[in-house]
């Protein structure tokens, strides 16, 4: 299945939650150190939503829920993104948009 | 015995030759050799502590000719040969044998084999040395101008930095004007001044030299003479008119520079309207009035697509199969540039490996800050072009930094991030006799340490005739070529090695024979004593030794080479030792 690039979803973020992974280049360093093993791979999760691939980022739901949000990998990162940061704001658009949680 | 008195020295090199050819009894076999006055082995003979024994058994013995059996004359004959000359020989008379590469290290199975070759190789040797003939450099007076043969950024700075050496120069260049490809640009990285401007300033700076002479409309056509002398013939176009003009130049830097890739119809979508090259985008981003437009139109979504005519598959015919080294850099940074016009624009780039090497990775992390995002394109499966029935692009691939998902995006424009291919100047190539890599490009004689040098003498290259180059590293280069012709010619001669071919003229009954032979152009016909004889103008030969077989009364010979010298080698290897 072929995504349509939107860079809708990512200015979305940035504006409401300051998500921002523009300095990202996929080193993989977090997913390396990762307490939670590989089940969290936050670079691909972070891209699906640069690309603006919606679908992709709430199939990964389950991910978002299991960080423990402990900073390993944002101590890390050599491209200083804020990733725990991101993951915070990716719960919060889960939670808006797919559970009917909105903030009125 | 011919009262030669000859020292030799078998070398250990460590155990290198000492752990498979027994060195001692090389010695031990030669040492009673007719003229051998000492024979000594020794565990590093290039050591400063052996270099001065060698001087000093020289003194006392009375030395007047050397052979050391150690590696490869490649490595170590111009240190002997100083050695001999520190020794008061004759440093011609000194004789590498090569018992490294050619015994111990290709007999590493058999070492009484081994031991035995070597023997009969320093007997040679001695042979050689025992019909040496005391020679010395040939001293050519140089002439301290330069020819340089393009007007790009490389070939202006060299002029300039030849000029500065004191030496007089003639700039040619074939187009109109000066400057090349970078006099075409706008910002460029790493500091966004403007290629025009850089170039403006360099031009001024020529033109107000009173010791370059600049010629535009202009060609090399001829070239003759030798090291350190050569007549150049200019050919200059006035309209229909011609005019050609000779000068006498020292050295020749080649800065002809390089040519875009052209996509081929369809590459990528190239031909497709909205599909352009990274120069066509950089002009049209360097021109953009306040806002990026093409044909009027705003653009708001780019979409790049990386390698295109560089890392080909080698299994296309013609690949250019290198990568073109400048190309990331410039793509990130018009990128940036882009980026600074107004409006919102969302750029895409779709590589194979991101090269911003060295400083200008800074550059590759500003433009993801800045609206541009990255997608790692399969190298076996290229990105598609297709022009949608809206009037857009849309670009599809694989990306696999998400695990291979394919994205489509859709663009206003696609820039074909495009290399650099060798300038086709077969002319050129044919006046100079430069070398021709299978990539096209020039070739120097070593990339790292004779990077601009030519097997050519006198003859150098820089900048992007040579490899695709920034501009900095053609400058850089163009640079070096101004230090080598200082080399050259700053000193207003140069000594050349003296082992060059002769004519005994008495033999010669002028066939013209050698003279097809040779490849160097060295031998001209003369009329010696009412006779037409050969000779050899020991400046151009290069002592190929192309001229001594061919010639049917036996009159060429090679001087350090002779046909006796190596007749007394042959014998020297015949030879059955005693023992």
Not at chain 2, 140 to 149: G, N, R
Not at chain 2, 325 to 331: D, H, I, L, P, V
Not at chain 2, 402 to 413: K, N, Q
Request: with cysteine; proline share 4%.
């Amino acid at each position: 299945m072929t995504a349509l690039v939107n860079p809708g979803l990512a200015d979305e973020l940035a504006r409401s939650d300051g998500f921002d992974a523009d300095a990202c280049m996929n080193c993989g360093v977090c997913s390396a150190i990762c307490p939670m093993g590989v089940d969290v791979e936050v670079r691909r999760l972070f891209r699906y939503v640069l690309l603006g691939m919606e679908d992709k980022v709430r199939a990964e739901t389950e991910r978002v829920f299991s960080c423990l949000l402990c900073r390993m990998c944002e101590e890390n990162c050599p491209a200083g993104v804020h990733i725990a940061e991101n993951v915070r704001t990716l719960r919060h658009h889960i939670v808006r948009t797919g559970f009917g949680l909105g903030e009125g | 015995m011919s009262g030669r008195r000859i020292g030799v020295y078998v070398c250990q090199c460590g155990g290198n030759i000492g752990d498979y050819v027994d060195v001692d009894k090389v010695v031990e076999e030669i040492k009673g050799d007719d003229d051998v006055v000492i024979a000594r082995s020794a565990m590093f003979t290039c050591s400063d502590a052996t270099q001065q024994e060698i001087v000093q058994d020289a003194q006392e013995q009375g030395l007047d000719a050397l052979v050391v059996a150690s590696c490869s004359p490649k490595l170590h004959t111009v240190t002997f040969r100083d050695v001999a000359k520190r020794a008061g020989m004759n440093p011609f008379q000194y004789t590498q044998v090569n018992v490294r590469e050619q015994c111990s290290w290709t007999h590493t199975d058999d070492k009484t084999g081994a031991t035995e070759k070597a023997t009969r190789l320093v007997r040679a040797g001695i042979n050689r040395t025992r019909l040496t003939e005391p020679l010395e450099p040939i001293v050519v007076e140089t002439t301290p101008k330069s020819l340089v043969v393009g007007g790009g950024i490389a070939g202006l700075r060299a002029a300039l930095g030849l000029a500065e050496l004191g030496l007089t120069v003639f700039l040619v260049e074939k187009e109109a004007r000066l400057g090349g490809h970078v006099a075409g640009y706008g910002p460029m990285f790493p500091n966004d001044r403007k290629g025009s401007d850089l170039v403006a300033t360099l031009e001024e700076k020529v033109r107000a030299n009173p010791a370059i002479t600049v010629f535009t409309n202009a060609e090399l056509m001829a070239k003759s003479g030798s090291f350190g002398n050569n007549q150049a013939t200019i050919a200059i176009h006035d309209g229909d008119k011609l005019e050609t003009i000779q000068v006498d130049v020292g050295s020749i830097v080649v800065a002809t520079g390089f040519d875009d890739y052209e996509p081929a119809a369809g590459e990528f979508g190239y031909g497709l309207d909205g599909v352009v090259t990274l120069p066509e985008f950089k002009k049209m981003v360097d021109e953009a009035p306040g806002l990026l437009q093409y044909k009027g139109r705003p653009v708001k979504t780019v979409a790049y697509i990386y390698c295109v005519g560089s890392r080909q598959d080698e299994s296309l015919e013609g690949a250019h199969t290198y990568c073109s080294r400048y190309c990331c850099t410039s793509a990130v940074h018009t990128a940036l540039e882009a980026q600074k016009l107004a409006g919102d624009l969302r750029q895409y780039h779709l590589y194979r490996d991101m090269r911003t090497y060295g400083k200008y990775e800074l550059l590759w992390s500003a433009s993801r800050e800045n609206g541009s995002l990255y997608l790692r394109v399969p190298d076996d499966e290229p990105p598609a072009v297709e022009k949608l029935s809206s009037g857009g692009l849309k670009v599809t691939t694989r990306d696999l930094l998400t695990g291979d998902e394919e994205i489509a995006i859709p663009a206003d424009l696609v820039v074909l991030v495009t290399g650099m291919v060798p300038r086709d100047n077969a002319e050129l190539v044919s006046v100079l006799k430069l070398p021709v890599g299978n990539d096209g490009f020039y070739n120097e004689i070593h990339p790292k340490l004779r990077p601009v040098e030519t097997i050519v003498d006198g003859v150098l290259i820089c900048g992007a005739c040579q490899a695709p180059k920034t501009s900095s590293e053609a400058v850089a280069a163009g640079l070096a070529a101004v230090t080598q012709s200082g080399a050259m010619l700053k000193r207003g001669y140069a000594e050349l090695d003296p082992m060059v071919a002769t004519v005994y003229a008495d033999l010669c009954t002028w066939c013209g024979k050698c003279r097809a032979a040779c490849p160097y152009d060295a031998i001209e016909q003369v009329e010696l004593d009412g006779r037409q004889v050969a000779q050899v103008v020991k400046t151009a030969c290069k002592g190929c030794g192309g001229c001594v077989p061919v010639c049917p009364e036996d009159a060429t010979d090679l001087l350090g080479y002779t046909d006796a010298q190596i007749k007394s080698m042959i014998d020297g290897m015949m030879e059955v030792s005693c023992s």
